[in-house]
């Protein structure tokens, strides 16, 4: 057997310290593009909870239409778990018209819409004029 050489001995050193850099500067790229994904995970959960809200607030004003063409003293419906999130609804009587409020939630976003719908005579309701308004909660 030979004896070992002290330059070899460096040389090993030096590749060990190579590759344990080298994994290093791996992980840490690894740990940026997990932590970049995570971002764009969350971005576009909160984007659908958003079209989702929307989607909401818009069944919730058609079915108090529906309602109202079948009952004029419709007066809104409770709080109801709709999919991911609560949807309700109150009509405020006044006349022939009819000031339709529906309320949509998903975890901390907020959605309120309110409608100015009026009741022909004989003829479906029809809204003559709705707003995205605030919704404090």
Request: include cysteine.
């Amino acid at each position: 057997m030979q004896p070992r050489r002290a330059g070899a001995a460096r040389r090993s050193g030096f590749a060990l310290a190579g590759a344990l850099m080298v994994l290093l500067l791996v992980s840490i790229s690894l740990s940026l593009v997990a932590t970049s994904l995570l971002i764009r995970q969350r971005a576009l959960l909160e984007d659908a909870n958003r079209i989702h809200l929307v989607a909401m607030t818009d069944a919730g004003l058609a079915e108090c239409l529906a309602n109202l063409a079948l009952d004029p003293a419709f007066g809104g419906f409770a709080t109801d778990t709709w999919g991911r999130g609560t949807l309700e609804s109150a009509v405020a009587h006044g006349g022939q018209g009819r000031v339709v409020t529906v309320r949509a939630r998903i975890g901390s976003l907020r959605r309120k819409i309110v409608a100015d719908v009026r009741l022909p005579p004989g003829a479906p309701p029809r809204v003559v004029g709705w707003q995205v308004v605030p919704d404090p909660g």
